[in-house]
T-cell receptor, first 112, second 107 residues
Framework: GVTQSPTHLIKTRGQQVTLRCSSQ?????VSWYQQALGQGPQFIFQYYREEENGRGNFPPRFSGLQFPNDSSELNVNALELDDSALYLC?????????????FGPGTRLTVL | GIQVEQSPPDLILQEGANSTLRCNFS?????LQWFHQNPWGQLINLFYIPSGTKQNGRLSATTVATERYSLLYISSSQTTDSGVYFC?????????FGKGTTLSVSS
């Protein structure tokens, strides 16, 4: 399945953070979502073949990478208190609207 | 953009009861998924159902794409069914989630 690390993370405002995700075997597309407390997940961006392939309404300080082995990173610079959330990674067999996405267990980020 | 509305927001059941969760969406979609989020935050895939009806054990789902809604049925509910149920629809490369239905099943 999809794995994510770390499980929990505490940072202070202004710092930078890197979250990691390993896709399900055979999947070449990875998407990242942010879930604030009490809300549904919100789409940050998607990567396909190591290129950004769609982006939600998030500022440029949210950036990502996808590696040849289909693992992925989410980087957030200049952390703000509102960045405290559960960050979910999802992988899928392909990009496009007909594709089922499978989620990892998430990384819970707390910004103090 | 596309809007996804789920109802009811909260549901409290006794073990053994049946329930129906509803998801309305504002535009035609090519992808609709139902998830169960457990207390640890993990989103578990229940159904990939852009149209038609599917069943998996005590759970079943129906999507009527032409009328822009989907239903999730839970029969003979168990305490382990507790958690938040999300409907999500595809829009481009993104999944757009509703706010969820929080289900509490007591013994």
């Amino acid at each position: 399945g999809v794995t994510q690390s770390p499980t929990h993370l505490i940072k202070t405002r202004g710092q930078q953070v890197t979250l990691r995700c390993s896709s399900q075997s055979g999947h070449n597309t990875v998407s990242w979502y942010q879930q604030a407390l009490g809300q549904g997940p919100q789409f940050i961006f998607q990567y396909y073949r190591e290129e950004e392939n769609g982006r939600g309404n998030f500022p440029p300080r949210f950036s990502g990478l996808q590696f040849p082995n289909d693992s992925s990173e989410l980087n957030v610079n200049a952390l703000e208190l509102d960045d405290s959330a559960l960050y979910l990674c999802a992988s899928s067999l392909a990009t496009g609207p007909f594709t089922e996405q499978f989620f990892g267990p998430g990384t819970r980020l707390t910004v103090l | 953009g596309i809007q996804v509305e789920q109802s009811p927001p909260d549901l409290i059941l006794q073990e053994g009861a049946n329930s129906t969760l509803r998801c309305n969406f504002s535009d035609s979609v090519n992808n609709l998924q139902w998830f169960h989020q457990n207390p640890w935050g993990q989103l578990i895939n229940l159904f990939y159902i852009p149209s038609g009806t599917k069943q998996n054990g005590r759970l079943s789902a129906t999507t009527v794409a032409t009328e822009r809604y989907s239903l999730l049925y839970i029969s003979s509910s168990q305490t382990t069914d507790s958690g938040v149920y999300f409907c999500a629809v595809g829009s481009g490369t993104a999944l757009i989630f509703g706010k969820g239905t929080t289900l509490s099943v007591s013994s």
